[in-house]
T-cell receptor
């Protein structure tokens, strides 16, 4: 199956700082999504982005499918951004594989 | 209205018992999933159904049996619960390979 690597595994930011999270994957994908799991356990879809660039407020994501990576940018971080960020990919047959996540802590 | 709802949210039970977790989605999606999240936060797919048909069945003990009575429901029944089954179980749905929507999770503790 497709291997998904996320980096960094842990990240501590001062409120207001910017950050970049990375997701590398081992094979061609037709599905890539970014999720945020908040401290209460809720999993929220941030982006569906198998290729290209998307922006939503302070968050943006870019996937370069030919080079097998995706980046999630968080600008002007807030304490509510804390949690775990997951990258999930699929190469077909609807088997979506998740990375191990990046745990982000934003401190005031 | 909650898009993907699962019940119960918390479940504490003894080893050897049988339990079920129910899931319903009101998004009109054709695909539903069960994921297991362990104590290290690793999310692993267990089952996937498309239009009530099982399409993904990962290496899961046969004590776990999914049932999809219709496109909007995917229930998970677990027989002879073991300590290692303690985890958070997430139901999710999507339309084909598009955006996945997760339920709020069911925290299962086996004692």
């Amino acid at each position: 199956g497709i291997q998904v690597e996320q980096s960094p595994p842990d990240l501590i930011l001062q409120e207001g700082a910017n950050s970049t999270l990375r997701c590398n994957f081992s094979d061609s994908v037709n599905n890539l999504q970014w999720f945020h799991q908040n401290p209460w356990g809720q999993l929220i879809n941030l982006f569906y982005i198998p290729s290209g660039t998307k922006q939503n407020g302070r968050l943006s994501a870019t996937t370069v499918a030919t080079e097998r990576y995706s980046l999630l940018y968080i600008s002007s971080s807030q304490t509510t951004d804390s949690g775990v960020y997951f990258c999930a990919v699929a190469g077909g047959y609807q088997k979506v594989t998740f990375g191990i996540g990046t745990k982000l802590q934003v401190i005031p | 209205d909650t898009a993907v709802s699962q019940t119960p949210k918390y479940l504490v039970t003894q080893m050897g018992n049988d339990k079920s977790i129910k899931c319903e989605q009101n998004l009109g999606h054709d695909t539903m999933y069960w994921y297991k999240q362990d104590s290290k936060k690793f999310l692993k797919i267990m089952f996937s159904y498309n239009n009530k048909e099982l399409i993904i069945n990962e290496t899961v003990p046969n004590r776990f049996s999914p049932k999809s009575p219709d496109k909007a429901h995917l229930n998970l029944h677990i027989n002879s619960l073991e300590l290692g089954d303690s985890a958070v179980y997430f139901c999710a749905s999507s339309q084909g390979l598009n955006t996945i929507y997760f339920g709020e999770g069911s925290w299962l503790t086996v004692v």
